[in-house]
């Protein structure tokens, strides 16, 4: 069972950067990020898998975001970079605890269904 906490998030202008982290307490085969947008649905932002630390990213994000990981810990940072305004969205962090495929093999719909735990979600905002 995993336990969650989130930090990060916030406001940020154009252009600036901004990092979300997350922990789950329990065992995580993969976790990753999604986001939701008022109106829209939840989006895939960025996956990492525990064993070879395979990284995976949504095509919105790639170039701008990493994600990266510290296994002891169990935790998991989104480092944004050149953000834009329609990044503004909550992010979600979540896990697996079984093996997943590959996320580049997943749609964002597969994935979703495949998550075994959630977390709350933080709120991102970038102003124009």
């Known amino acids: 069972r995993c336990s969650w906490w989130s930090l990060g998030g916030g406001l940020v202008q154009a252009g600036g950067s901004l990092s979300v982290s997350c922990a789950a307490s329990?065992?995580?085969?993969?976790m990753a990020w999604f986001r939701q947008a008022p109106g829209k649905e939840r989006e895939f932002v960025a996956a990492?898998?525990?064993?070879?630390?395979?990284?995976y990213y949504g095509g919105s994000v790639k170039g701008r975001f990493t994600i990266s990981g510290d296994n002891a810990k169990k935790t998991v940072t989104l480092h944004m970079i050149s953000l834009k305004p329609e990044d503004t969205a909550v992010y979600y962090c979540?896990?697996?605890?079984?093996?997943?495929?590959?996320?580049?093999?997943?749609?964002?719909?597969?994935?979703?269904?495949?998550?075994?735990?959630w977390g709350k979600g933080t709120q991102v905002t970038v102003s124009s």
């Open positions: 979540a896990a697996t605890l079984t093996p997943t495929p590959p996320y580049d093999l997943l749609t964002t719909n597969q994935a979703i269904a495949g998550m075994d735990h």
């Open positions: 990492l898998m525990w064993s070879g630390t395979k990284t």
């Open positions: 329990g065992r995580a085969f993969s």
